[in-house]
């Protein structure tokens, strides 16, 4: 998609655009690919914000590995966590003895995932860490280890490649700072 399509017309600024961000991606599946090397691994993609990430990010891994989903509650139609979490979608498979990696778009507050690796732990599994694409470290309330991320950004909503404003935006190619006033009126 060119950066001039229709859909751009909502984005203040272009804060990751898409060569840079297949650098990263590229990067961090030879990263995994070399702690993961021999282990039984499943890769987690947490839907849907982090499925575009997912998979280029499972592309850029050389190694046999499984793929599960989950979906859990996320913002709605607001640009702030409630702290409440959900599981919608559960996995379709067990995680005993099993190395999990969680793929996720962002940690913000951190609650989100710290809920779910609370859930995850209790599964036996043999080791789970967490991997998202952004991080926005200045906006941590509960504490949680990123062991990969690619990119650490600044206190801004941000939407495209995967990321949503009320389910907008998730196609957009780069990552773009949303225009305040698209989500001030809703
Ligand atoms: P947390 O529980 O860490 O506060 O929230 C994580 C979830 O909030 C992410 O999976 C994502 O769905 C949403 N989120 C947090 N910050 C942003 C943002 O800047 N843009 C978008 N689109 N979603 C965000």
């Keep these: 998609m060119n950066r001039n399509a229709e859909l751009y017309n909502d984005i203040e600024s272009i804060l990751l655009d898409r060569d840079e961000i297949a650098v990263k991606v590229k990067e961090l599946g030879a990263r995994i690919t070399a702690d993961y090397k021999g282990k039984d691994v ?44 959900q599981i919608l979608k559960d996995l379709g498979c067990d995680i005993t003895g099993r190395h999990v990696l969680v793929v996720e778009d962002i940690v913000d507050s951190g609650m989100t995932l710290s809920y779910l690796k609370g859930v995850l732990a209790t599964r036996h ?38 990321l949503d404003f009320a389910e907008k935006y998730r196609n957009l190619p780069d990552i773009g700072v949303l225009k305040k006033e698209v989500y001030e009126n809703i």
């Design 42 to 85: 499943i890769l987690i993609g947490i839907l849907k914000g982090a499925m575009v990430f997912f998979s280029d990010l499972i592309r850029e891994i050389d190694l046999p590995l499984d793929v599960e989903f989950m979906a859990i509650s996320s913002y709605g139609r607001s640009t702030k966590s409630s702290g409440v979490v």
């Design 125 to 162: 599994a043999a080791s789970v860490e967490i991997c998202s694409l952004l991080d926005k470290p200045a906006r941590r309330r509960a504490p949680l280890e990123v062991k990969y991320s690619c990119f650490n950004i600044p206190d801004a909503f941000v939407v495209g490649y995967g």
